[in-house]
Nanobody, 122 residues
C-alpha cells in the first residue's frame, strides 16, 4: 500500500512558476513509476508527465513539454513537478500517482493522491 500526499498548488499569474511535490508513505516508493496527471472542470483526466523508478526515463505531454519538469528523490520518497511559463489552460486539479509499470496511461496507475488545485490567472 502506498499513500500519496500532494502539495504546492495555488494561484499564480500567467508566466509564473509553481513546484508541486508528492510525498509517499511506504518503503517501496523507489520501485514505482510515478506520474503527474491533471483534470480541468468538464474535462477528462489527462497525463502530464511520468517518470520511471530510476529517474532516467521521462515522458511529457506535448502541451507541457519544455515548460514542465518531473523529477524524483527516492531518498525522500518524493516526486516533483516544476511548472514554468504557466498558462491559463494549465488550470486544473493536479494528481500524482504511483504504478508498478512505467506508462503514459493513467489507467495503469494504482495509487493516487487527493489532488492539489493549480489556478493560473491570465
Amino acid at each position: 500500500q502506498v499513500q500519496l500526499v500532494e502539495s504546492g498548488g495555488g494561484l499564480v499569474q500567467a508566466g509564473g512558476s509553481l513546484r508541486l511535490s508528492c510525498t509517499a508513505s511506504g518503503r517501496t516508493f523507489s520501485s514505482y513509476a510515478m506520474g503527474w496527471f491533471r483534470q480541468a472542470p468538464g474535462k477528462e483526466r489527462e497525463s502530464v508527465a511520468v517518470i520511471n523508478w530510476s529517474d532516467r526515463i521521462t515522458w511529457y505531454a506535448g502541451s507541457v513539454k519544455g515548460r514542465f519538469t518531473i523529477s524524483r528523490d527516492n531518498a525522500k520518497n518524493t516526486v516533483y513537478l516544476q511548472m514554468n511559463s504557466l498558462k491559463a489552460e494549465d488550470t486544473a486539479v493536479y494528481y500524482c500517482a504511483a504504478g508498478a509499470v512505467y506508462s503514459r496511461n493513467n489507467n495503469d496507475y494504482t495509487y493516487w493522491g487527493q489532488g492539489t488545485q493549480v489556478t493560473v490567472s491570465s
